[in-house]
């Protein structure tokens, strides 16, 4: 028979740890109210689970500095042509690399992470996710010129 034995707890005087609770704050995802923001891509990747493909792109609004709750865009899988979502995924990504004088064809794994950077004004709307449902903010026009 095995005897069970209690960890310690560990509960020793913390050690001199600084933190900046505040900084945090411009990490967590905000959700904005529907309406024209002017956006930059901080980061932008792309993702594949299974045979769905999506595009990453992490979202700041350049007024406050906060990030943009915002889901991956799906552009490919075995559903794609079974309504417009991936067709309108793939034609804001290719508004987006328009806009950034990319070619709108190629290696997705090449041309999504150029798009890191780029500033545009948009319309963000809000899309409830039917899965779980939380609301997200969803990309629903991007402006080419500068005003909306």
């Not at 493909?53 to 799906?74: C, F, H, T, Y």
Request: aromatic share 6%; charged share 20%.
């Amino acid at each position: 028979m095995k005897k069970f034995t209690r960890q310690t707890s560990g509960n020793a005087p913390t050690a001199d740890v600084n933190l900046d609770f505040g900084a945090a704050g411009a990490k967590v995802a905000r959700l904005f109210e529907p309406g024209e923001y002017r956006l930059r891509i901080d980061s932008a990747r792309m993702i594949q689970n299974n045979q769905n493909v999506s595009a990453v792109l992490n979202l700041i609004e350049m007024e406050s500095g906060n990030r943009v709750d915002a889901r991956p865009l799906w552009v490919d899988g075995p559903n794609a042509g079974a309504g417009d979502l991936a067709a309108k995924n793939q034609d804001l990504v290719a508004q987006l690399l328009s806009l950034r004088e990319l070619p709108t064809k190629g290696s997705v794994g090449v041309l999504i992470p150029q798009l890191a950077g780029l500033e545009f004004n948009a319309r963000l709307v809000l899309a409830p996710d039917s899965r779980t449902g939380q609301t997200y903010n969803a990309l629903a026009d991007i402006y080419v010129d500068d005003v909306p």
